[in-house]
C-alpha cells in the first residue's frame, strides 16, 4: 500500500495562500525568490523521492506554468535546474473537472477525486504526495492521508486558504520529525496515528 502525505509551505496562522491566491509570503522558498538554499533543496529532494504527485487544478496550474520551462530561463541556479528537470520527471495526476489536457509527465482524472486516490493508495508502489487545498481537504476527510508536513513560514496573513480542511473526525497524529531551517522557517512532520 502507498503511503499518501499532504506537505505545504503554511503561514504561522494556518494558511498555505493568502487573500487571492497571494504566495508572496513564502517568498524564500525558491530560487526565484530569496537565498534560502536549504529549504529549496529540501523540496527539490523531496520531488526527487516521489513516486507519484497528486495535483488539484490551482496548484498544477502554478506550477506546470513555472516549472517545466524553468531551467532555460535566464539566470537559473543549479538547483532550480535540477528541481525542474526532478519535476518533469516525476509522475503526476491531475484533478479536474474544468481543465482540458495535461502534460508534463502528468495524466487527468475528471472522476471522483476520493475514489481514484483510494485506489491509488492500494497499489503496491512508491510515497505519493497530494497538494493543493480542496484536493487535500478531500482526501483528509476521508480519512486517505498518512502523514502531514507543515513547513512553517514566521508570517501571520490572517486569511486565505487554510492548510486543514474542517473535519467530520479528530485526527490523531504522531510527531516524527522537526527540523529548522535559515530564517525562522520550521518544519514539523505527523504521521496519522491509526
Known sequence: MRKLTFAMNVTLDGYIAAPGDDLG???GDG???SPNDELFGWWSDRVAATNLALYGRKLWEGMSSHWPTADRRPGATPA???Y???WRDMPKVVFSSTTG???WNARLVTGDAVTEITRLKAEDAGPMDI???TLAGAAMRAGLIDEYVLVTMPVLVGDGTPFFTPLDNWVNLALVETRTFPGGVTLARYETRR
Do not use: K, L, Y
Open 131 to 133: 497538494g493543493g487545498a
Open 80 to 82: 532550480a535546474i535540477e
Open 31 to 33: 530560487p526565484d525568490s
Open 84 to 86: 525542474a528537470r526532478r
Open 101 to 103: 489536457t495535461v502534460s
Open 25 to 27: 509570503w513564502s517568498a
